[in-house]
């Protein structure tokens, strides 16, 4: 079992920066694939971005040039830096992993841990 804890969600003004945390409860070392999601009110969760072993990172469209991903297997954790924040941004973020040693993400199965989430507001 792989505990996920996010922070640095918060307020912030259209075009500003905010940085999100996500701390493993155990080594992140054997996890193939870790990533954000987030879930906006009335909207389906959607991938922001996912970082895999092999150093690859995956963006959604919408972030893309705004949003970078990052991964500290030394520390357990994985980070998302967001800048150029907009409106449409706003949203909680959900730190995720699949399973150590799995492949459900990689599959389409999606990810196997979900971290509780951290809001992001971006007022226009």
């Known amino acids: 079992q792989v505990q996920l804890v996010e922070s640095g969600g918060g307020l912030v003004q259209a075009g500003g920066s905010l940085r999100l945390s996500c701390a493993a409860s155990s080594s992140i070392s054997s996890i193939n694939a870790m990533g954000w999601y987030r879930q906006a009110p009335g909207k389906q969760r959607e991938m922001v971005a996912v970082?895999?072993?092999?150093?690859?990172?995956h963006y959604a469209d919408s972030v893309k040039g705004r949003f970078t991903i990052s991964r500290d297997n030394a520390k357990n954790t994985i980070g998302l830096q967001m800048n150029s924040l907009k409106a449409e941004d706003t949203a909680v973020y959900y730190c995720a992993a699949e399973e150590p040693y799995g492949s459900s993400w990689y599959l389409g199965y999606g990810m196997d841990y979900w971290g509780k989430g951290t809001l992001v507001t971006v007022s226009s």
């Open positions: 970082a895999t072993s092999d150093g690859v990172t």
